[in-house]
């Protein structure tokens, strides 16, 4: 099952419209930005766009944790791309109602996963050496060249329970040509590629994929004056708590822009 998820919270108002009491906290539309740049901002964040890691200089990187082994503080576990902007790279986020599994790849993809575009991807321009998509697939899958990726394989154990209900999000740029056209992808090739290993490796996985906007949002003249970007645009947030409903129920909610999904919504018992 695939399915497409709109980059606008106009068209996926998936947050509520006002505060309530509980640690894992809804925030109001108008205040996403606020929100998002405070959890991005503490020390505690789990970074998916580390300046060294494997022995590489600012690799394609992976993370995973179960729930259960995660090192909470307050009672939570977070992990996000941080002030890194994404304009061309990729995020993976395979969670379950037990784990999270995330990748940001460069230039291009980020499971959480980052995937740098420069490095992993057949973009226009390479800033470093270009490896192509393979090491970060044989990284997911744990056999193979992993050239400039970091981090472990996905833990089937994590993802494959009767229970677990997974689902794979894939955060990926629109093609520049059309950026505003919600269902082009600047790297179907690659999209495909992934898809068809995350079904391998998770037979039933579930499939969001949501297609952002890959232009850079500087600052730009509006009436002589300058406005300053949101800080939700091109950013993606994991968040885990322990008493998410201020009952003592744990839940996850993921940011991909100022778009949120989270795991009761979806209908996980998470653990």
Known sequence: M????HGTAEENPSMG???LKRLLSNPRQDKVGQYLEKQSEKPTLQPLCPFEAGGFDSPSFC???SFAAAELTKGQF???TARTELVGCTVLAVVSARAVYIVRRALGFPCHCHFWEDIHYASRRHLRGAYGFQPVLNMIRGEGNTTYTAGPALDRSLFTGPDDHTRAFIMTPRNRSTVNDELSQQYPAEYK???ELLQRVVPGVGITKYNYNPQRENDKPNAGVKEKKPFWKGV???EYDRNADGKQHPDWRL???QTSFRGS???LQVA
């Open 2 to 5: 695939e399915e497409l998820v």
């Open 17 to 19: 419209q006002g505060l």
């Open 63 to 65: 993370y995973q944790t």
């Open 78 to 80: 977070l992990a996000g």
């Open 193 to 195: 590629s992934l898809v």
């Open 236 to 238: 993606a947030l994991f």
């Open 255 to 257: 940011w991909l822009g």
């Open 265 to 267: 919504n979806l209908g």
